[in-house]
């Protein structure tokens, strides 16, 4: 599928459920593609991409920025602390805060460098043990512990369990964003993004509609 059509479908879901288009950021998540799609998709004219790993986003986003401007880079995959301060100079948005010890340290690294990426919280709306995300039950206290350290919470991020229906993971994320007065939230991905758009998605991440197919032995 084109760019120009997940863009139309975007605007149709968000038109259905009487909101305007440009209420719904259009992460076109680029991991594990090659560069050839990406500049496609680049020249096409769209700015906002998603990276899941920051050793990836390091390799494929300084050259890109040199050759475009007002590029937006979202990083979408689990953090680790040691790469927290080369997530943070490459990322505008970083959409997985997922712990205590991640909070702390960027809002460290943000002291020191005068500068934060935009937050969201990942929650574990699943309460899946091998996934990522604070536990909803934990969720209203994480948020309050962020702003006291000040940092730049802007929303929620939920990646829905696979066999699940994802509208109520939709439905619980935006009612758990609501609940603590935060207006970002970033669901919805290839299958499923019309569904989060009318569930109040303000940032959609998709990937393989809009590039095709991951092909992770090419990307090795
Ligand atoms: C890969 C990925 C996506 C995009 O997935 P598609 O199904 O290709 O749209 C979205 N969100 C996260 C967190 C991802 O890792």
């Not at 950021?25 to 991409?49: C, D």
């Not at 991640?102 to 699943?126: H, K, M, S, W, Y």
Request: hydrophobic share 45%; glycine share 8%; aromatic share 4%.
């Amino acid at each position: 599928m084109s760019l120009k059509e997940i863009r139309a479908r975007v605007q149709v879901a968000a038109e259905a459920h009487g909101r305007r288009a440009e209420s719904v950021t259009l992460i076109a998540v680029s991991k594990v593609q090659p560069n050839a799609r990406v500049e496609a998709i680049l020249e096409e004219g769209h700015r906002v991409f998603g990276e899941n790993k920051v050793q990836e986003a390091a390799g494929k986003w300084p050259d890109f920025r040199e050759r475009y401007e007002g590029i937006e880079l979202h990083l979408i995959g689990p953090l680790q602390t040691n790469k927290a301060r080369q997530a943070m100079g490459l990322a505008q948005a970083i959409h997985s805060l997922d712990r205590p010890k991640l909070a702390n340290t960027i809002a460290r690294l943000a002291q020191e460098l005068g500068a934060c990426p935009d937050l969201f919280i990942q929650v574990n709306t699943g309460e899946e043990p091998q996934k990522a995300g604070i536990p909803p039950l934990e969720l209203d206290d994480f948020v309050a512990e962020c702003r006291k350290m000040d940092l730049p919470v802007k929303g929620l991020m939920c990646i829905p369990p696979v066999n699940e229906e994802a509208s109520l993971h939709f439905a619980l994320l935006a009612k758990m964003a609501a609940r603590n007065g935060l207006d970002g939230l970033s669901m919805g991905m290839s299958d499923d993004f019309e569904k989060a758009i009318s569930f109040g998605a303000t940032h959609v991440r998709v990937g393989s509609a809009i590039f095709g197919a991951r092909d992770y032995s090419a990307a090795g």
